[in-house]
T-cell receptor
């Protein structure tokens, strides 16, 4: 069963605007971690932000913030002040067991295009 | 910290030959490394978990005899694609340790 769902295959945003990329997840483990990655056309997976299931506050890293709604099992990525260089694929991922060395399960990704 | 190096970045090989891909943890020791495969316009799918000093654990549907994994040291795991065929052409990428840091990936093209 798919555990990470990204329902937006593609998104457009105007440069300097904010954009929200959706991610919902499913797990029965009370301990888990949620990740967002950016994958440009070069293929590398660039780690953006992490949210642990027990973290009280939403994670933020510069222009990236994670809107974590535990009851809804959603972990949306918010990118503020979009830049042309933000155009890329974005993947949401989950690992069960906070702090563990387990593998990540990925969503299908969202292709973000930033328009000048 | 937590830097993972992967080599080569891209490789083209002839059908029937073998290709080795290396994944190194540069500034930490990794008892566990993960190998993922990504086909064009698709997401990353876990192929196998590489365990230092023991056999790798393969995901269902991944041929262990075709994708040989060796994790002989705490900083190096290798993936060898044996008798490569065009359908093996894909993007292969590794991660190590706590699994959130990835190598730069290897784009394999089999002709």
């Amino acid at each position: 069963a798919q555990k990470i769902t990204q329902t937006q295959p593609g998104m457009f945003v105007q440069e300097k605007e904010a954009v929200t990329l959706d991610c919902t997840y499913d797990t029965s483990d009370p301990s888990y971690g949620l990740f967002w990655y950016k994958q440009p056309s070069s293929g590398e997976m660039i780690f953006l932000i992490y949210q642990g299931s027990y973290d009280q506050q939403n994670a933020t890293e510069g222009r990236y913030s994670l809107n974590f709604q535990k009851a809804r099992k959603s972990a949306n990525l918010v990118i503020s002040a979009s830049q042309l260089g933000d155009s890329a694929m974005y993947f949401c991922a989950m690992r069960e067991g906070q702090g563990s060395q387990g593998n990540l399960i990925f969503g299908k990704g969202t292709k973000l295009s930033v328009k000048p | 910290g937590a830097v993972v190096s992967q080599h080569p970045s891209w490789v083209i090989c002839k059908s029937g030959t073998s290709v080795k891909i290396e994944c190194r943890s540069l500034d930490f020791q990794a008892t566990t490394m993960f190998w993922y495969r990504q086909f064009p316009k698709q997401s990353l799918m876990l192929m196998a978990t590489s365990n230092e000093g023991s056999k790798a654990t393969y995901e269902q549907g991944v041929e262990k005899d075709k994708f040989l994994i060796n994790h002989a040291s705490l900083t190096l795991s290798t993936l060898t694609v044996t008798s490569a065929h065009p359908e093996d052409s894909s993007f292969y990428i590794c991660s190590a340790g706590y699994g959130y840091t990835f190598g730069s990936g290897t784009r394999l093209t089999v002709v």
